[in-house]
């Protein structure tokens, strides 16, 4: 490693997985692990674990060189102080994220939104680079989202814009796991795709993905439902279509209010690429006519965003952001 580089440590709290790297000033991932986040085993044993992870990356070069940990976390946060207020895919409520880390690891940390610093990753270092307004979607464990505006983070009045994932479809619609109903978490995150696959084959529809699982649905996951639509099943094909409907439908209303230049779709259920990608941009198609019609183009790093935007944001504010390669002006304000 160069002697004069100067390193952060990015995480992504995630519903399903955490992860972790530590990224160099020029934006290159030096070394990275990722565990499964199994949240149904309690805030105290998910931390332990985010600490060690934390402390695997602090440990790969000399301490000096690091210069703060940077953590994207599910919200709704209180970004001032980076305590996660409630967070209902992991179960944690008025966590003190910030300042537990802090405490253990005695280096300066910062956290925004896990969805933010995915956007932030893309503003960096991915698709949307050089785009100064774009909206950006994470397709996962839930839905996240985030609002890029004039080249900034908007955050809101309190910190807490940018939840595109509960954006309300149907009021009357099924049940989201914040407690509220039809929001496009129902439809369209990693979980409503299995729930609603399981739906339609207790309901009697036709599919091979009963043999994939040996016949236990409990099995099934958004990767199954993928891997059968590849191999033409009809109705993952469908569940596949009706989510982009699902989606498009969201970004319609996103387009004709804030008119971006471009839309970035990332997170897991995004893997399955132009099968999703298609549907959506042929409703967008057909339903934006007031305002010159955006791109929509899938994220292009992958899992990694979330945590090179982490690294990226602590490189900034900590004065390290080698050359100048991004923006200061990009960066989050809640102060």
């Known amino acids: 490693m160069d002697t ?51 402390g695997n990356m602090t440990s790969a070069v000399d301490t000096h060189k690091i210069v703060g940990i940077g953590i994207g976390a599910p919200g709704p946060l209180n970004l001032k102080e980076g305590v996660i207020i409630q967070t209902h895919n992991l179960g944690w409520k008025n966590v003190p994220l910030k300042e537990l880390i802090q405490k253990r690891l005695q280096l300066p940390v910062y956290v925004d939104g896990d969805s933010n610093l995915a956007a932030f990753g893309e503003k960096w270092l991915g698709a949307a680079r050089g785009v100064n307004n774009f909206v950006c979607l994470t397709l996962g464990t839930g839905v996240g989202g985030a609002l890029i505006l004039n080249g900034r983070i908007y955050h809101g009045a309190t910190g807490t814009a940018g939840h595109i994932g509960h954006y309300i479809i149907n009021p009357d619609g099924p049940e989201c796991g914040c407690g509220g109903r039809g929001h496009l978490e129902a439809y369209a995150s990693a979980t409503a795709i299995v729930r609603r696959t399981i739906e339609a084959i207790k309901a009697g529809q036709k599919s091979l993905i009963p ?40 970004i319609t209303s996103l387009i004709n209010i804030v008119n971006p230049e471009l839309v970035v779709i990332g997170g897991q259920v995004a893997e399955a690429g132009d099968l999703l990608l298609d549907s959506i941009r042929e409703y967008v198609a057909k339903m934006v006519s007031l305002v010159p019609q955006p791109q929509i183009v899938p994220a292009m790093l992958g899992s990694d965003a979330g945590i090179i935007g982490a690294a990226g944001m602590v490189l900034v504010e900590t004065g390290f952001d080698s050359g100048n390669t991004i923006s200061k002006q990009f960066l989050p304000r809640w102060d």
Request: proline letters at 1%.
């Open 211 to 250: 043999d994939l699982v040996e016949g236990d649905l409990s099995k099934l996951t958004s990767l199954l439902v993928f891997e059968a639509a590849k191999a033409g099943d009809g109705l993952a094909v469908r569940i596949f279509r009706e989510t982009g409907l699902y989606i498009g439908l969201v």
């Open 4 to 54: 004069d580089t100067r390193y952060a440590v990015g995480m992504d709290i995630g519903g399903t997985n955490i992860r972790t790297a530590l990224v160099s000033s020029k934006g290159l991932v030096a070394t990275r692990e990722q565990r499964k986040t199994m949240p149904e085993r309690g805030f105290d044993t998910v931390f332990t674990e985010i600490v060690q992870m934390l």
